[in-house]
């Protein structure tokens, strides 16, 4: 399975932006997508995660009320919708898929996509 994380960029505090992971390869192993995030100098966190069927979803309660992923599984792409961002939005965000719900326990993901980066500014 191959990952391809897009839709980073520069934004202003409370702007809008999408991301994108579409996937690639033997998407048939792909049940579970989910996103994390690092920002310079930080662990990872994790983001969000939901199935191709919507159900189970989840996000980290930094995010949930402003951050909503959706998919299309036709074109085997998850999306992460980011509203009302903050400079603490600011990281590269990578997703990664499983084979199985994970949510946000890192080693049920087997594959990662290589990171896009959001910065937002103040």
């Known amino acids: 399975v191959q990952l391809q994380a897009s839709g980073g960029g520069l934004v202003h505090t409370g702007d809008s932006l999408r991301l994108s992971c579409a996937a690639s390869?033997?998407?048939?192993?792909?049940?579970?997508i989910a996103w994390f995030r690092q920002a310079p100098g930080k662990e990872r966190e994790f983001v969000a995660a939901?199935?191709?069927?919507?159900?189970?979803?989840l996000y980290a309660d930094s995010v949930k009320d402003r951050f909503t992923m959706s998919g299309d599984s036709a074109k085997n792409t998850m999306y992460l919708r980011m509203s009302s961002v903050e400079p603490e939005d600011t990281a590269v965000y990578y997703c990664a898929s499983g084979s199985r719900w994970s949510g946000s326990y890192v080693p049920g993901y087997e594959y990662w996509g290589q990171g896009t980066l959001v910065t937002v500014s103040s």
């Open positions: 939901r199935t191709w069927t919507d159900l189970p979803f």
């Open positions: 390869g033997r998407t048939s192993e792909v049940y579970t």
